[in-house]
């Protein structure tokens, strides 16, 4: 509800407890990396590089727990692109 509601700090805290109580579950990261992409969103410089780079570690798990979904693969790219990570 807090992704959807756009509160991203709160969506990355939530997201990130979950991910220790669970961390086999794909969807969990995949939530967490959006939660920091919305959160790059809202920063710039250092703090958004910050943010960038936590999307891009929690993309990289959950592409590692199912590396059939293309859904991961293709927002780890849209990642990488906003960071010019090209």
């Known amino acids: 509800a807090a992704l959807q509601g756009q509160q ?3 969506a990355v805290a939530s997201f990130t407890k979950a991910s220790e ?3 086999k ?3 969990i990261w995949a939530q967490l990396a959006e939660s ?3 959160v790059a969103k809202t920063k ?3 703090e958004q ?3 960038l780079a936590k999307a891009y570690e929690a993309y990289t798990k959950a592409i590692e ?3 059939d979904d293309p859904g991961y693969h293709n927002n780890y790219a849209l990642a ?3 960071g010019k990570k090209f």
């Open 25 to 27: 579950q794909h969807v």
């Open 36 to 38: 920091h992409m919305g």
């Open 80 to 82: 990488l692109a906003r």
């Open 44 to 46: 710039t410089g250092a």
């Open 65 to 67: 727990l199912k590396a």
């Open 49 to 51: 590089e910050q943010a």
């Open 8 to 10: 991203f700090d709160q």
């Open 21 to 23: 109580v669970d961390p």
